[in-house]
């Protein structure tokens, strides 16, 4: 999550920078998308995630909201499931300290914990997200580095104290005692341990990848390289989300394959999701956190399928840095189990264990009829421009504003269309 000026995913990038970044996106996007193919059916369990930065965040949400199906979860400066209340001002002065460090609010118990497990409790019981029973059963590894500006320690421990309300103590370990910068500490690659930037990786002489996995998994057999030993598959994010550059996920997604997990469709095999921060997506840093954030020698050694989804930038202002969402930057049910990039990340789980894949396709029809800006915050469409769309279908719905009123006819989940029902 890199340092930024004030109310970064807004204001902050110029028009010149802006460009660059849309020039390099581009073709990084047309390089990606003509090697793309479907992402493969295969029968992986023990589902577990993990992330840096924003995507500590995203594992967070993403644990609590489907703790019925994540059996555990590593956060590397992340803080409390639904920290920014959907707020790009809390975002970067509460929850971390991206923006000037005169405006940063940082403290103990800054974020609120008790609020924010009443509004947990409010999801679980509106059925937004999973029971919180679920996380009871979940083991989390905590770490925070003791020289991280920009998510500092004591974002993480207020994360600490949240998780406490759910999981049991024994099954909740923290490490702070490194003096490293925000950054995803290894043993083999990166920046020095102190250093603050691209590609936000660390060369740290400690494998969080590895303790992580081993904390969630129990005892594993020690990785014996590096060098990934099995393939890399990129495959279209589309799949999984109608036109997902318009909603921060980038054309393409990447899944590793260990050696052990080509046979029998991985059915012997564990899956873990890695959440790249912010600006640590391909069109950013290429394939370095792919290959080396640690996971992937894991994974050979253990049979480990690693899903690496991916963010992408909104620009000019939206999400320049390609940070997972958050902090509603594009979808204010960014934390429920029915936020654009949730669900997307969730088929693509269904897909890789076996379990349901709903994609849009007939079925019983249920309308809405609204105005487009009420369409567009309770989630049935979203806007691109001044002009609004239905989900799934993308419809054109036309300007938004409180108006012009639609009728929506949803025929599957998160799938919308212009219409009536009977």
Known sequence: MPRCRPFFARRI?????ASLVFLATALSLSASQAQAAPLPAMKAKQVSVSGLSSGAYMAVQFGVAYSAIVDGAGVIAGGP????????????????CTTLPAMCHVSAGGTDVSGLAAITSQNASSGSIDPLSGMARQRIWLF????DTLVPTPVMDDLASYYQNYVPAANIRYKKDLAAQHAMPTDFFGNSCSTLGSPYISNCGYDAAGELLKWIYGPL?????NNPAG????????????????????ATGVLYVPPGCDANNAQSC???????????????VSDAFIRNAGYNGWADANNILVLYPQAA?????????????????DDPNYAKQSGRQMK???RMIDRLTGGSDPGPGPGPATCFNASNYTHVQEGRAHTNGFYVYANGSEQQMGLNNIFTRTTLKRTAPDYYEIGTCP
């Open 270 to 284: 564990k899956l873990h999701v890695a959440f790249h921060g912010c600006k640590q997506d391909q069109a950013s």
């Open 81 to 96: 499931y639904y920290c920014a209340r959907g707020n790009v001002n809390t975002a970067t002065t509460v929850c971390s």
């Open 221 to 225: 057999v020690q990785k014996s390289s």
């Open 313 to 329: 930038a909104v620009l000019p202002m939206a999400n320049p840095n390609a940070c997972w969402d958050w902090f509603n930057y």
């Open 344 to 346: 997307a990340v969730k």
């Open 144 to 147: 925070s580095g003791s020289a």
């Open 13 to 17: 990038a110029s028009r010149f920078v």
């Open 231 to 250: 393939r890399f598959i990129s495959f279209d994010q589309a799949e999984f989300l109608s036109s997902p550059q318009s909603h921060g996920m980038a």
